[in-house]
Structure formats: structure tokens, C-alpha cells
Nanobody, 115 residues
């Protein structure tokens, strides 16, 4: 069992930056592939970025070059550094842990990009 708690969301102007954090409780954080998803109003939840157990990374085309996912296994935490934010990045951002068919979700943190 893994519990995930996101933090770091908020209101930011276009072009600004935010850093999201996802703290995991429970054991063996390092064995989970960790991902960030987002869901905008009226849209389906979409994958933003993934970092594997061996620290390989994947990014959606819409965030490539602007967002960076990283993990600190000693702190049981995964991060999402978001730069050059755009209004279309506005969404609730969710942390996800996955391994061998097991998947866990956090409750989400709101990111709003607006002037």
C-alpha cells in the first residue's frame, strides 16, 4: 500500500514556474514507476511525465522542454519542475505510483496559470 500526497500547486502568471512535490508513505518507494497526470475541466486525465525505477523519463509532447520530472528515493518523493507555464497547463495535477498492475493515486493539487 502506498499513500501519495501532492503539494506545491497554486496560481502563477504565464511564463512563471512552479515545483510540485509528491510525498509517498509506505515501503519500497524505489520499486514504483512514478508519474504525474493532469486533468483540466471538461477533459480526460492525461499523462504528463513518468520516471521509471531506473530514472528513465518520458514526457508528453505538450510539456517537453518545459517540465522536468525527478525523484529522490531517500526522501520517498517525486518532483515536477514546471517552467514557462501556459494557461493551457491549468489543471489538477495528480501523482501516480505503478508497479506490476498495482496503481495508486494522490488526491491532486490545483495549478492555475492566469494573468
Amino acid at each position: 500500500q502506498v499513500q501519495l500526497v501532492e503539494s506545491g500547486g497554486g496560481l502563477v502568471q504565464p511564463g512563471g514556474s512552479l515545483r510540485l512535490s509528491c510525498a509517498a508513505s509506505g515501503s519500497m518507494f524505489s520499486i514504483y514507476h512514478m508519474s504525474w497526470y493532469r486533468q483540466a475541466p471538461g477533459k480526460e486525465r492525461e499523462l504528463v511525465a513518468t520516471i521509471t525505477t531506473s530514472s528513465g523519463t518520458y514526457y508528453a509532447d505538450s510539456v517537453k522542454g518545459r517540465f522536468t520530472i525527478s525523484r529522490d528515493n531517500a526522501k520517498n518523493t517525486v518532483y515536477l519542475q514546471m517552467n514557462s507555464l501556459k494557461p493551457e497547463d491549468t489543471a489538477v495535477y495528480y501523482c501516480n505510483a505503478a508497479r506490476h498492475g498495482f496503481t495508486y493515486w494522490g488526491h491532486g493539487t490545483q495549478v492555475t496559470v492566469s494573468s
